[in-house]
């Protein structure tokens, strides 16, 4: 009977522990849905690239025709944001942010180092995207395919309800990305960008 019950213990934390990490999981992913479009901008609207290199370099990438469909690729899971504790670490010390309180979010990523393994990403929950038309992919180098723009990665999104922190790589289809430290802000139900700060350009 001592361990019928052991056993039952075991299951019910068992099962409260994954509807936990279910709900946080979902959590992440209808952030990642409220800044999306932020977060990818529309430079492929323009553009024929996702990432496009800066003025005056741009007019052969200028788009001649209307676009009604972008297709780009999502890596299939929320990558461990504690990859980039270091670059985090230091982007937070040294950016200038005068309106946002930079100790709140270092505190918010020192203090959430518990559970942040990498986890499948839902991609039915991400359904704000415009013209974008994502596809899930596990191929997390990512190279050049054919009819596609780009290739974005996510990290696990760290946050408290009120604040929160991601990671998230932009890749266009040839070569050039961007590597953007994102922190957020939950204002009236939906989460909205307060800056986004570029850790690496390649």
């Known amino acids: 009977m001592y361990r019928v019950l052991i056993k039952l213990y075991f299951a019910i934390a068992t099962i409260l522990l994954s509807c936990n990490q279910a709900k946080y999981d979902r959590i992440e992913s209808l952030i990642i849905n409220d800044t999306f479009l932020k977060i990818v901008d529309t430079?492929?609207?323009s553009y024929t690239v996702l990432r496009p290199p800066p003025p005056p370099y741009d007019s052969p990438f200028k788009r001649?025709?209307?676009?009604?469909?972008?297709?780009?690729?999502i890596y299939h899971k929320l990558i461990n944001i504690y990859?980039?504790?270091?670059?985090?670490?230091?982007?937070?010390?040294?950016?200038?942010?005068?309106?946002?309180?930079?100790?709140?979010f270092l505190t918010l990523f020192e203090s959430s180092k518990k559970d942040t393994s990498s986890v499948?990403?839902?991609?039915k929950e991400i359904k704000d995207v415009g013209k974008f038309v994502p596809s899930i992919t596990d191929d997390r180098s990512f190279m050049k395919k054919s009819g596609f723009f780009?290739?974005?990665r996510f990290s696990r999104v760290i946050n408290n309800?009120?604040?929160?922190?991601m990671v998230v790589s932009i890749q266009d289809n040839i070569k050039s990305g961007v590597e953007k430290l994102v922190l957020l802000e939950k204002k009236n139900k939906q989460w909205v960008i307060l800056k986004e700060i570029e850790m690496t350009i390649w």
């Not at 499948?120 to 991609?123: F, G, V």
Request: charged share 25%; glycine share 4%; net charge negative.
């Open 161 to 165: 309800d009120h604040i929160g922190l």
């Open 43 to 45: 430079f492929a609207y």
């Open 64 to 73: 001649q025709e209307i676009v009604n469909e972008i297709h780009l690729t």
């Open 150 to 152: 780009g290739h974005i």
């Open 120 to 123: 499948l990403l839902n991609i």
């Open 83 to 104: 990859e980039w504790d270091k670059d985090i670490h230091s982007v937070l010390i040294s950016e200038n942010m005068e309106t946002i309180n930079k100790k709140e």
